[in-house]
């Protein structure tokens, strides 16, 4: 009888040390299972919070930033303090940027408007764009547009007809354009007067001319106010960057 209830007792504590091996491997599972749960919301979290900060040009992005008031508002410069940046013509532009995949032109624009959101704080230099160009189209803009307010000018190079301009001039209020410009007026794009800084650039077609959206970085005078532009019928356009955009 002694030895039959020795027995059972071996066969009982056997028993519980398999249980408690099951359970240490069942709680092991389960912590694994955790462990891998937080992991992935780790890096979920991380690339999330990349994608929104890194990217503000995405409509996405934007909105939630703007919300959260994580961007600054977009600001006009002085021409004592805008940023720098390399000044090409229209020419170094379409050879520069001509050759790009449709992948390497989207990153490319990225980097232009990402640059342009963050009002160029340790970011890249701007890309600037100079040079005359021959007047094609000119239209106002409307709160449908990126910039709500102000004209866009859209313009042919002058000698280089495989690179257009599409020139924004920002205003505080709604513009009419019919005394502004005239189809075959020469549009001067100055350096030190405007520093229009490149935020697109766009292909179509094999044979079609590639298309740089500019838009000027120096709307302020020195004394903090709307910048006063002439056009090229003697009118007065007053600069002004809005410091939000439609992004949508």
């Not at 994580?70 to 940027?97: H, I, N, W």
């Not at 205003?171 to 229009?196: C, F, H, R, W």
Request: aromatic residues 12%.
């Amino acid at each position: 009888m002694r030895f039959l209830e020795d027995r059972a007792s071996t066969f009982s504590a056997a028993q519980v040390i398999e249980e408690d091996e099951m359970n240490n491997r069942g709680n092991l599972f389960t912590w694994l299972i955790v462990i891998m749960v937080l992991l992935g919301l780790n890096i979920g979290s991380w690339s999330f919070c990349n994608m929104v900060f890194g990217h503000p040009e995405h409509p996405f992005s934007y909105g939630l930033l703007t919300k959260l008031e994580k961007l600054d508002p977009l600001k006009g410069f002085t021409s004592t303090a805008v940023p720098g940046g390399k000044f090409r013509s229209a020419k170094d532009l379409y050879t520069e940027a001509y050759p790009f995949k449709r992948a390497q032109l989207r990153a490319y624009n990225g980097i232009l408007k990402r640059n342009y959101l963050w009002n160029y704080k340790e970011r890249s230099p701007a890309t600037f764009i100079y040079g005359a160009y021959i007047v094609e189209e000119i239209r106002a803009l409307t709160e449908t547009d990126l910039f709500p307010k102000g004209i866009v000018i859209t313009a042919t190079a002058y000698k280089f007809p495989d690179a257009k301009v599409e020139l924004i001039l920002p205003t505080a209020e709604p513009v009419e354009v019919a005394n502004q410009y005239k189809i075959g007026d020469t549009l001067e794009i100055g350096k030190s007067s405007m520093a229009a800084a490149v935020i697109n650039a766009e292909k179509g077609g094999p044979d079609d001319p590639m298309k740089f959206t500019a838009v000027p970085l120096i709307t302020k005078s020195s004394n903090g106010n709307d910048l006063p532009y002439k056009t090229t019928s003697g009118e007065t356009l007053l600069l002004r960057t809005p410091e939000w955009l439609n992004i949508d």
